[in-house]
């Protein structure tokens, strides 16, 4: 029932930044929690960041200190922000909600980090 669109993902260099967007078609303050996972080539899905309604986060031991999850209610929007990325950041980041006990996922967006 809900779909969630994710953007900004690209090629960008190490030490670079990125900020990553994903819209929802419900109204955010609706969703329960919200997050983002990566998944690289050959390796398995792992959580990056969640955050909750009362604007709590978690995240990844591997992105502590240099990505920021946050949520804009008004615009129906998460974001991902992603400063001094490295190659092992390379993957394709999706978006997930939960909403009524049940889980809904983006189409994820690439991110590749390379010089």
């Known amino acids: 029932q809900v779909q969630l669109v994710e953007s900004g993902g690209d090629l960008v260099q190490p030490g670079g930044s990125l900020r990553l967007s994903c819209v929802a078609s419900?109204?955010?303050?609706?969703?329960?929690?919200m997050g983002w996972y990566r998944q690289a080539i050959g390796k398995q899905r792992e959580l990056v960041a969640l955050?909750?309604?009362?604007?709590?986060?978690n995240y990844a031991d591997s992105v502590k200190g240099r990505f920021t999850i946050t949520r804009d209610n008004a615009k129906n929007t998460v974001y991902l922000q992603m400063n001094s990325l490295k190659p092992e950041d390379t993957a394709v980041y999706s978006c997930?909600?939960?909403?009524?006990?049940?889980?809904?996922w983006g189409q994820g967006t690439q991110v590749t980090v390379s010089s």
């Open positions: 997930n909600a939960l909403y009524s006990g049940r889980l809904y």
């Open positions: 419900e109204s955010i303050f609706r969703i329960n929690a």
């Open positions: 955050i909750g309604s009362g604007r709590s986060t």
